[in-house]
């Protein structure tokens, strides 16, 4: 079974300034997705960004990006010049992409992270 | 653009009662899944389905089941309801790519469930 691991419970960072998220995997499959998503205080749950595991290039969405090491299995999430908006709990999940092998999201733990004005 | 939709989005149910949580997927979306989450934890998956048969299961306890319908929309029908099951349910949906799983899931804004 994979493994999805925040070692972060906790992140701040200043607003304008540079945070990193980490995240670790643990899995035996070669083809799978990685993705970020966040959970404001609404609870709703929106999706930050998407990695292909085949694909050597890290994702980038304007002021969110990754940095993807599939030997070591790390997967961070970096957010540029952080805004207020960007305050809430971040998920990092894995899913398969091996057509036998189920279809869910696993989820980490989640890193709560707080911007400061 | 449409969204998941789930119904309702509070619910107070006594213990030992019966709830019964609605999702209506993005349309043309073939594949469900539900997620419990509770106090200050991660989503936990439950099932999922896709074009109506169930396609994945997790920690769903014997108490639950679900299903898919003819128009895709779903439903997560909880029996004995325990204190324990107090969490926000989430529906997501997504739409299978053919010879790979699916992308991307969508999720609704979850039905908050809690039980007195």
């Known amino acids: 079974a994979q493994t999805v691991t925040q070692s972060q419970p906790e992140m701040s960072v200043q607003e304008a300034e540079t945070v990193t998220l980490s995240c670790t995997y643990d899995?035996?499959?070669?083809?799978?997705?990685l993705f970020w998503y966040k959970q404001p205080p609404s609870r709703q749950m929106i999706l930050v960004i998407r990695?292909?595991?085949?694909?050597?290039q890290n994702a980038t969405e304007n002021r969110f990006s990754v940095n993807f090491q599939k030997a070591a299995k790390s997967f961070s999430l970096k957010i540029s010049d952080s805004q207020l908006g960007d305050a809430a709990m971040y998920f990092c999940a894995y899913r398969s992409a091996e057509e036998t092998s189920g279809s869910r999201l696993t989820f980490g733990e989640g890193t709560q992270l707080t911007v400061n004005p | 653009a449409a969204g998941v939709i789930q119904s309702p989005r509070h619910l107070i149910k006594e213990k030992r009662e019966t709830a019964t949580l609605k999702c209506y997927p993005i349309?043309?979306?073939?594949?469900v899944y539900w997620y419990q989450q509770g106090p200050g934890q991660d989503p936990q998956f439950l099932i999922s389905?896709?074009?109506?048969?169930?396609?994945d299961k997790g920690s769903i306890p014997d108490r639950f089941s679900a299903q898919q319908f003819s128009d895709y929309h779903s439903e997560l029908n909880m029996s004995s309801l325990e204190l324990g099951d107090s969490a926000l349910y989430f529906c997501?949906?997504?739409?299978?790519?053919?010879?790979?799983?699916?992308?991307?899931?969508?999720f609704g804004q979850g039905t908050r469930l809690t039980v007195v």
């Open positions: 389905f896709y074009e109506k048969m169930q396609s």
């Open positions: 899995t035996s499959e070669s083809d799978y997705y």
């Open positions: 997501a949906s997504s739409l299978v790519v053919y010879a790979r799983a699916n992308t991307e899931a969508f």
């Open positions: 349309p043309r979306h073939d594949t």
């Open positions: 990695q292909e595991a085949y694909k050597q």
